[in-house]
């Protein structure tokens, strides 16, 4: 009875470690091009209220630059002058902890919420919201899962407003 307790046990332990959540390779996935619109990033705000112990505006921006450009919808010239441009604001985030996401699956959750305004001559064009959470069973043996979210969240927003044009 114990080996077969054992046997299960190890069974359950490599289930786990082989079955932890990725996110797709960034070769496979497929980028809506439309490569006559142009947008630059003018604003990224933080709306929480706190001080975090990283660049949140930094680094939405530039994944926010970086989604652009990979689809060439980025505005290349002088960011006033851009046919449409991003206003994004985040609404909620937390850094998470990858060492409690392994230890106590239910703490340790990085997640992150921003609202994005496409604007075009003053007036707001189309908004899109994004909401990305890295729980247990989502990476949880990544480190840097604070870092990575940021370019998931700004793909998923320049994917919603792709979508709507």
Not at 63 to 72: E, P, T, V
Not at 149 to 162: K, N, P, R, S
Request: charged share 25%; net charge neutral.
């Amino acid at each position: 009875m114990k080996k077969l307790v054992h046997v299960l046990a190890l069974f359950v332990v490599i289930v786990s470690f082989c079955s932890c959540g990725s996110a797709p390779d960034e070769n496979e996935t497929i980028y809506r091009q439309l490569p006559n619109v142009k947008m630059r990033v003018v604003d990224v705000s933080n709306s929480t209220e706190e001080l975090f112990d990283v660049d949140v505006i930094g680094m939405l921006w530039s994944a926010l630059d970086q989604s652009l450009k990979r689809r060439d919808m980025l505005w290349p010239g002088e960011a006033a002058y851009a046919p449409y441009t991003i206003r994004a604001t985040i609404l909620k985030y937390q850094k998470g902890s990858a060492w409690y996401r392994w230890a106590l699956p239910m703490w340790g959750k990085t997640y992150l919420t921003v609202r994005c305004d496409v604007i075009k001559d003053g007036n707001v064009f189309t908004s899109a919201e994004a909401e990305k959470e890295i729980t247990f069973g989502d990476g949880t043996f990544t480190r840097g899962a604070w870092r990575k979210i940021f370019g998931e969240v700004a793909e998923d927003l320049i994917t919603q407003i792709a979508a709507k044009m």
